[in-house]
């Protein structure tokens, strides 16, 4: 069965200290792999998709990078605005989507 | 930019109430979808589709059904309100197989 674990559950950081989210799944052949910044009581917003091993995307504070069987999204030097609940989400070939429970990140001034 | 909109922001409903909770995209995609979210247990499909009067279900649709007569508009109906049914519901859409561009939520409360 398709998995997603995200983790650390929740991570707070210093403002400016670096860090990074894992994403680790099990799928029967990706498609492909989303981030999501999810903000208290407001739907999830798309940031990235990465299609195989090996792909990096870039956002400003934020870079995502994908392996074969995790994903991680960097935070460089973060502020408090990047505060949120980041979700990932992994697309199988058969379309199904499989969401992670998130990683809550505060960022303290 | 894409536009997801849903009908309610916040809904407080009775048990046995029968509830509608409509989506409205305006990018012209072919799939939408219906989530609910819980704290802990993150994004559960409930009924996706990828045409007009198309429908899937997805990981947990008992106690839910939902409608698509026009292709920018997908509802949610849940026949008779039961407080398990308490959370932030969240509609998606996508083109094909893309990534999917969510709602602003609808939290419902039902009592």
């Known amino acids: 069965e398709d998995q997603v674990t995200q983790s650390p559950e929740a991570l707070r950081l210093q403002e400016g200290e670096s860090s990074s989210l894992n994403c680790s799944y099990t799928?029967?052949?990706?498609?492909?792999l989303f981030w999501y910044r999810q903000d208290p009581g407001k739907g999830p917003e798309f940031l990235f998709t990465l299609y195989s091993a090996g792909e990096e995307k870039e956002k400003e504070r934020l870079k995502a990078t994908l392996t074969k069987k995790e994903s991680f999204l960097h935070i460089t030097a973060p502020k408090p605005e990047d505060s949120a609940t980041y979700l990932c989400?992994?697309?199988?070939?058969?379309?199904?989507?499989?969401f992670g429970a998130g990683t809550r990140l505060t960022v303290k001034p | 930019d894409v536009k997801v909109t849903q009908s309610s922001r916040y809904l407080v409903k009775r048990t046995g109430e029968k509830v509608f909770l409509e989506c409205v995209q305006d990018m012209d995609h072919e799939n939408m979808f219906w989530y609910r979210q819980d704290p802990g247990l993150g994004l559960r499909l409930i009924y996706f589709?990828?045409?007009?009067?198309?429908?899937e279900k997805g990981d947990i649709p008992e106690g839910y059904s939902v409608s698509r007569e026009k292709k920018e508009r997908f509802s949610l109906i849940l026949e008779s309100a039961s407080t398990n049914q308490t959370s932030m519901y969240l509609c998606?859409?996508?083109?094909?197989?893309?990534?999917?561009?969510f709602g602003p939520g609808t939290r419902l409360t039902v009592l």
């Open positions: 589709s990828y045409d007009v009067k198309m429908k």
């Open positions: 989400a992994v697309q199988a070939l058969n379309n199904d989507m499989r």
């Open positions: 799928v029967s052949g990706l498609r492909g």
């Open positions: 998606a859409s996508s083109l094909l197989i893309n990534e999917q561009f």
